[in-house]
């Protein structure tokens, strides 16, 4: 079955710096990977989707992923956060109808 | 993006009572919808799966007698959690992927804080 691992739970970065949230995947087939984020309280929020083409995925709010199948990863990445990118963040893994998530990561941005 | 909407948002209900929360495409068609738990500062577990007019598919350990899935239409799934009590208190999500197979992601509901009491 496919699966995302996100190996950190927390990610703490300061204001203006760049922010990388990690993903890695397991799949058989070809991979279909997914970044969302949410605020407390909330639903997810769609960022950012890999299908196929280009391995450099630009999303919304800035953010973009790096998808690399020989490392079978998929990090999330902003050149410069800010305070309110604050959330958990969410990789998932698409496959035989399911959709899967990773742990989440808490990424407190520091003024 | 295309809107989910899940209501109610929050409900508070007695042990023993059941509670019906409901997931609703509005703009597009959803084929497949998704039911997830989720706990305090944990991830989302995947509750089911479920595809308008057939029977949900539950993850293993999910009690499909407990959490009622319907997908009656393209439009609208609803979970009823019956004969509810206190360990179901949670966060319940779902959300909604369209026509279009397993690489269209899916767009969520705001959720719904269920507490038994």
């Known amino acids: 079955a496919q699966s995302v691992a996100q190996p950190e739970d927390q990610v703490n970065v300061a204001e203006g710096n760049p922010l990388t949230v990690k993903c890695t995947y397991s799949?058989?087939?070809?991979?279909?990977l997914f970044w969302y984020v949410q605020y407390p309280n909330r639903g997810l929020q769609f960022l950012l989707k890999y299908i196929t083409g280009d391995n450099l995925v630009k999303g919304s709010y800035g953010f973009e992923a790096e998808f690399n199948k020989s490392q079978t990863s998929f990090h999330l990445k902003k050149p410069s956060a800010l305070v309110s990118d604050s959330a958990l963040y969410f990789c998932a893994v698409s496959g035989n109808n399911r959709l899967a998530f990773g742990k989440g990561n808490q990424v407190v941005v520091i003024p | 993006g295309a809107v989910v909407s899940q209501h109610p948002s929050r409900v508070i209900c007695k042990s023993g009572t059941s509670v019906k929360i409901e997931c609703r495409s509005l703009d597009f068609q959803a084929t497949t919808m998704f039911w997830y738990r989720q706990f305090p500062k944990q991830s989302l577990m995947l509750m089911a799966t479920?595809?308008?007019?057939?029977?949900?598919?539950?993850e293993q350990g999910v009690e499909k007698d407990k959490f009622l899935i319907n997908h009656a239409s393209l439009t609208l799934s609803t979970l009823t959690v019956t004969s509810a009590h206190p360990e179901d208190s949670s966060f319940y999500i779902c959300?909604?992927?369209?026509?279009?197979?397993?690489?269209?992601?899916?767009?969520f509901g705001q959720g719904t804080r269920l507490t038994v009491v």
């Open positions: 799949v058989s087939g070809n991979p279909y």
């Open positions: 479920s595809n308008e007019g057939s029977k949900a598919t539950y």
């Open positions: 959300s909604a992927r369209r026509t279009g197979g397993v690489n269209t992601e899916a767009f």
